[in-house]
C-alpha cells in the first residue's frame, strides 16, 4: 500500500488501491470481494468500536478540519490501516450529494438462515423483490428498532450493501443479522418446520395486522413495491394480512407498510395481548 499522509495524499485515480476501492460501487465486486464502504464519522466510529471487520480506514485530507481526530485515533488503536486521499478523490468515490470525508472498507458479516431463524427475537422480515434501495434501508432500521431477529432478501431484491440502502438503514446494517435467501419457498417452510408462523403483507388479506396473533413466532414478507407478492408465495403463507386503510388510499409505501406491522408485533409482544 502507498504511505499516505494528510500532507500527502493519494490524488491520482489511476492509483490500484483507489480503484479497488471505486470497484466496490458495482455489486458483483462487493459480492466477490464480500467487502463494502460505509460512509460517516459516526458509522465509522461505530465500526471501529464494534470491531465489525473494518479492514482499512479512507480519509480525505479535510477530515483533520472535521472532528476526525476520533476516527484517527480508533483506526490506529485498533490497528486499521489509514488511506489518506485528496478531498477530490473522496467527492469521486462517494455516491453521496454531500460527501463526507471519512470512509471504511468493511467485510460482509457472515450470518446463516439457521442462525436467522434460532435467533430469541423470533420475527424475522423476508423482503421478496424489493427494488428501491432506500426502502430496503429504512426496513433494516425499522427491524433493528422493532426488535427483530433478522431481515432475510430473496427474489431479485436491490443488494444490502447498495450506498443507498447504506444510508437508508443509519448503520443497522453492521448490527441486524441480513441474510441472502437462495431459494424463498424453501427458506418458508424451513420457518415452519421450525415454528414461525408465516404472513404475506397484501391488500387483499382475509385479516388485519390487529387481528393476527403476532405473539408468537413470525415471519413477515414484504412484497415488490407496486407488484406486491406472487401468488405462489402469498399461497404458501399460513395468513395474508392487510393493514386498515382510507379507501382513498389504494396503498403504503413498502417500508411503511413493514414499520406498521413490527411495530404492532412489539405492541403485542409488550402488552401480552
Not at 470481494?33 to 459516526?42: R, T
Not at 476526525?68 to 488503536?77: Q, R, Y
Not at 428501491?132 to 432475510?152: C, K
Not at 415452519?192 to 390487529?210: E, F, P, W
Amino acid at each position: 500500500m502507498d504511505r499516505t499522509s494528510p500532507h500527502t495524499p493519494l490524488s491520482s485515480k489511476e492509483n490500484k488501491a483507489y480503484k479497488f476501492l471505486a470497484s466496490l460501487s458495482d455489486a458483483k465486486v462487493r459480492k466477490k470481494e464480500q467487502a463494502f464502504l460505509i460512509e460517516g464519522v459516526k458509522m465509522v466510529e461505530e465500526a471501529l468500536r464494534d470491531k465489525t471487520g473494518v479492514r482499512q480506514v479512507i480519509a480525505a485530507t479535510s477530515l483533520t478540519q472535521h472532528h476526525g481526530k476520533g476516527v484517527i485515533n480508533l483506526a490506529e488503536k485498533s490497528g486499521v490501516p489509514l488511506l489518506w486521499i485528496s478531498d477530490r478523490l473522496m467527492d469521486q468515490l462517494s455516491d453521496s450529494k454531500t460527501p463526507q470525508p471519512v470512509m471504511a472498507l468493511v467485510e460482509m458479516p457472515a450470518h446463516t438462515e439457521e442462525q436467522l431463524i434460532a435467533h430469541s427475537s423470533k420475527l424475522i422480515v423476508l423482503c421478496h423483490q424489493l427494488q428501491d434501495p432506500g426502502n430496503l434501508g429504512t426496513i433494516l432500521r425499522t427491524a433493528e428498532a422493532a426488535g427483530a431477529s433478522g431481515v432475510a432478501i430473496a427474489g431479485n431484491t436491490v443488494d444490502a450493501y447498495n450506498p443507498k440502502t447504506l444510508r437508508a438503514s443509519m448503520g443497522s446494517i453492521l448490527r441486524l443479522p441480513v441474510v441472502k435467501v437462495g431459494d424463498v419457498e424453501l427458506f418458508v417452510k424451513k420457518c415452519a418446520d421450525n415454528g414461525l408462523q408465516t404472513a404475506a403483507m397484501t391488500l387483499g388479506g382475509g385479516i388485519t395486522h390487529y387481528e393476527l396473533d403476532m405473539r408468537k413466532p413470525l415471519v413477515v414478507i414484504v412484497g415488490q413495491e407496486g407488484a406486491g407478492l406472487p401468488e405462489k408465495i402469498t399461497s404458501q403463507a399460513d395468513h395474508r394480512v392487510r393493514i386498515p386503510m382510507a379507501e382513498t388510499i389504494e396503498s403504503l409505501n413498502a417500508a411503511t407498510s413493514v414499520a406498521v406491522f413490527l411495530y404492532e408485533a412489539l405492541r403485542q409482544r409488550s402488552s401480552g395481548s
